[in-house]
């Protein structure tokens, strides 16, 4: 089995919701009830919006189409946890977070990817706030009406 490349420190978040005050939430397989909204670092050479669509598709089985992904044009940095930095070039400590989101029919069929997710869960916005482990997922959600479209 070939190791995997590290990651790259620029990663995406996207919060899915329903357009009437609820969000949808993961849970993480690797670190039970801690859940959070669609994750996940940039590839070589791809942009975030390109990132964001595709994190989204592999971790619900939801394929947004063209205009369906907000981009907020923000970004958060923060302090990668020290227990996760070994997927991360030596020395890296800090992660740019670009900010999304995406209105989708709470009826979408979702399929979590069962090797970085275990459950998934409709919630309403300040219950997703309180529930989710990170802080700039829990700013996201909590700035969500700034974003709706």
Not at 63 to 73: I, M
């Amino acid at each position: 089995m070939t190791a995997k490349p590290p990651k790259i420190p620029v990663s995406v978040l996207v919060v899915l919701h329903d357009g009437n005050g609820n969000v949808l939430l993961i849970e993480r397989a690797d670190c039970k009830n801690f859940w959070q909204s669609v994750t996940g670092s940039l590839e070589p050479n791809e942009t975030p919006e390109a990132a964001a669509k595709r994190e989204v598709s592999e971790e619900t089985g939801i394929y947004l189409s063209d205009g369906q992904l907000c981009n907020w044009h923000e970004s958060t940095e923060y302090e990668i946890y020290p227990h996760w930095r070994h997927r991360y070039p030596a020395g890296v400590t800090h992660n740019t977070e670009h900010i999304f989101s995406a209105r989708i029919n709470r009826q979408t069929p979702i399929t979590i990817c069962l090797s970085e997710h275990t459950a998934y869960a409709w919630l309403p916005l300040a219950e997703a706030a309180e529930k989710v482990f990170s802080p700039s997922n829990r700013s996201a959600i909590l700035n969500l009406h700034k974003h709706l479209f």
